[in-house]
């Protein structure tokens, strides 16, 4: 089935520890994004990409880096996890119109 | 900067109608609304673009009156499946970066 496709679906981390988030889409999109979303909160732009090679920062990068290096894939680094970044992640990716997310990335950072 | 939604949560009876309103401080180019059910990724809803247009799905539907800068989504004769949170997102005027309200809580009891 064609879609966003988010691995691990679950991961604990030590604080300090780093890891990478998978995101890959086969629906051929030019925009990907990572967003992160709090219990109880809303969603929180990570990181954006508007093609291969070209990435920008959203609302709230700091902790996080990307890249994009083909069309499909669209990985989200955490460097030295800290507690503020347990959340749920999601990957989302589009061609200039609605995200379709992924199932998202449950991590928490103990 | 994100957009506000109001109100934060509403609790319905079936059958009943609810108006869930979304504003943004910044002209607004399209607003996306999506439903996301409990421990599930957002689902897409309805895009609506400038020019005041009204959408509809099912028995939602949405207006969007961008001198306002608002739009708002209205749930009539409510269903039980109804129930989850919803969220607006806005563009930027590039049309690359989505950025979520904080979504409201719909809860429908029998």
């Known amino acids: 089935n064609a879609g966003v496709t988010q691995t691990p679906k679950f991961r604990i981390l030590k604080i300090g520890q780093s890891m990478t988030l998978q995101c890959t889409q086969d629906?051929?999109?030019?925009?990907m994004y990572w967003y992160r979303q709090d219990p109880g909160m809303g969603l929180k732009l990570i990181y954006y990409s508007v093609g291969a090679g070209i990435t920008d920062k959203g609302e709230v990068p700091n902790g996080y880096n990307v890249s994009r290096s083909t069309t499909e894939d669209f990985p989200l680094r955490l460097e030295l996890a800290a507690p503020s970044q347990t959340s749920v992640y999601f990957c989302a990716s589009s061609y200039a119109g609605t995200p379709k997310f992924g199932q998202g990335t449950r991590l928490t950072v103990v | 900067q994100q957009p506000v939604q109001s109100p934060q949560a509403v609790i319905l009876r079936e059958g009943e109608d609810a108006v869930i309103n979304c504003s943004s401080s910044k002209a607004l180019y399209s607003v996306h609304w999506y439903r996301q059910k409990h421990g599930e990724a957002p689902v897409f809803l309805m895009i609506l673009l400038k020019g005041g247009e009204q959408k509809g799905h099912e028995k939602i539907s949405a207006s969007f009156n961008e001198k306002k800068q608002q739009s708002s989504l209205y749930l009539t004769a409510s269903q039980l499946s109804y129930s989850g949170t919803y969220f607006c997102?806005?563009?930027?005027?590039?049309?690359?970066?989505?950025?979520f309200g904080g979504g409201t809580r719909l809860m429908v009891k029998p």
């Open positions: 997102g806005t563009e930027n005027d590039a049309g690359n970066m989505l950025t």
């Open positions: 629906m051929n999109h030019n925009y």
